[in-house]
């Protein structure tokens, strides 16, 4: 692993468990890309709050040192101002018997040691079908403005303070061949929810053992989309740290085992260990096993997290570092879909669902699919004339992703 890398991972390492760093001092160069990383992977608040008290940094150009801290302060701010709106908004909802489960968000961000350094785009709630227009009445009455999207998803934006409420009748879609099957899990997601207490206010989210579960199948779900960043495995492990006591280990083993994605998760342990100073004594792991260590010496067991550490460090949050990765979408999920390799008839001719939302039309009227083709083809010849380079480097790397799918036994 190159030598940023490792610094920034000691940096994000420092500030999970609120350590000083030690990793030693890291020249102006190196910094530079280190900030890059942090934005890629939406961790400049965490990584600024490591650097701002080492010599090394206070010896850095004054610019970068000021751009630096004005972009994590802002972050911050905006943050605060999120969270806050968030709450008012979840009392509201309470006022009027809206039975809303929180998902990701607030709820991760309440496990570290300064929440608002840790940043969310958005809220996620789950409501049932019965309060889905209530509740945009709700919202809408309060100021937001509805969002529409796809099935029974939609989003609620607030303008004057950034704050986004993405809301859903389920945690995946029915329609996705590749991991529609999931919701299957989550059946009684509200008869299991509980309530976890947030600057006063009583929020309702998953129980324990439904979140960490559903965080392996979201990091999954991004990984098919183009990837998943080191913040989501941070998420993982510090979950595990804060409510691990509350977990059927043998359960969720189970769960997973049966789906195919032990492997995965136990390779998101073995990062967390190696890279983010997790305290691997609050899980329980296959078998009842207690000591990771005897896991990785096992043959029952694949450990060798390297190629999936690499592949999110270049990913970035949700796998938006390049146009090259998010096209790789359509290869991933068709290789889980078919199960056997993606290909690239698939590639360039895609399905109704996964088409018709960027060619609405296809909404109403799926027969016009062979025009959909024609018009996506003809867009991306535009974009990319007199440069092949990019429709190579997107099969190469959907290739290798692919590989990465079956390397952690998602896909035979």
């Excluded at 969002?147 to 879609?173: H, P």
């Excluded at 919701?183 to 008869?191: A, G, K, Q, S, Y």
């Excluded at 043959?299 to 270049?314: E, H, R, T, V």
């Amino acid at each position: 692993m190159e030598k940023v890398n490792l610094q920034f991972l000691d940096l994000l390492k420092s500030s999970l468990n609120n350590d000083i760093y030690e990793g030693g001092d890291i020249d102006s160069q190196d910094l530079k890309q280190i900030y890059n990383l942090a934005q890629m992977h939406h961790v400049v608040p965490m990584i600024y709050g490591v650097l701002h008290n080492e010599e090394f940094f206070k010896n850095a150009d004054e610019n970068f040192k000021m751009m630096f801290k004005q972009v994590a302060f802002k972050l911050v701010v905006s943050q605060i101002q999120r969270s806050n709106r968030f709450l008012e908004l979840y009392k509201i909802l309470k006022e009027k018997n809206i039975e809303a489960i929180v998902f990701k968000g607030i709820i991760f961000r309440n496990m570290y040691n300064n929440p608002d350094d840790r940043m969310s785009s958005d809220e996620d709630i789950l409501v049932k079908k019965e309060d889905y227009e209530k509740l945009k009445d709700i919202l809408c009455g309060e100021g937001l403005e509805f969002i529409e999207k796809e099935g029974n998803e939609c989003a609620y934006l607030c303008r004057n303070t950034g704050l986004c409420i993405e809301v859903s009748t389920s945690l995946f879609s029915h329609e996705s061949k590749a991991y529609g099957h999931l919701n299957r899990l989550f059946d009684d997601i509200f008869e299991k929810s509980i309530t976890i207490n947030i600057d006063g206010v009583d929020i309702k989210t998953l129980s324990h053992e439904q979140h960490l579960i559903y965080i392996v199948f979201h990091n999954m779900k991004h990984f098919l989309h183009g990837g998943f960043g080191i913040r989501q495995v941070a998420d993982f492990s510090k979950y595990i740290e804060t409510y691990g006591q509350f977990i059927d280990w043998e359960n969720f083993w189970s769960d997973l085992r049966i789906l195919n994605y032990d492997t995965f998760a136990l390779n998101l342990i073995d990062i967390s260990l190696k890279y983010l100073g997790f305290d691997y004594t609050k899980a329980i792991y296959p078998k009842g096993v207690r000591d990771f260590n005897i896991i990785i010496n096992s043959k029952d067991y694949y450990i060798n997290s390297d190629d999936l550490i690499s592949d999110i460090l270049s990913a970035g949050v949700f796998g938006g570092s390049t146009k090259e990765r998010k096209h790789t979408a359509l290869m991933t999920l068709n290789a889980v879909e078919d199960q056997k390799n993606g290909n690239r008839f698939k590639a360039i001719f895609p399905s109704v669902d996964y088409l018709k939302g960027n060619y609405t039309y296809l909404q109403k009227h799926p027969i016009l699919l062979p025009i959909a083709w024609t018009q996506r083809i003809f867009s991306y010849i535009k974009r990319n004339k007199n440069n092949t380079t990019s429709y190579i480097n997107t099969m190469e790397l959907g290739k290798q992703r692919i590989e990465l799918l079956k390397e952690y036994k998602i896909i035979k």
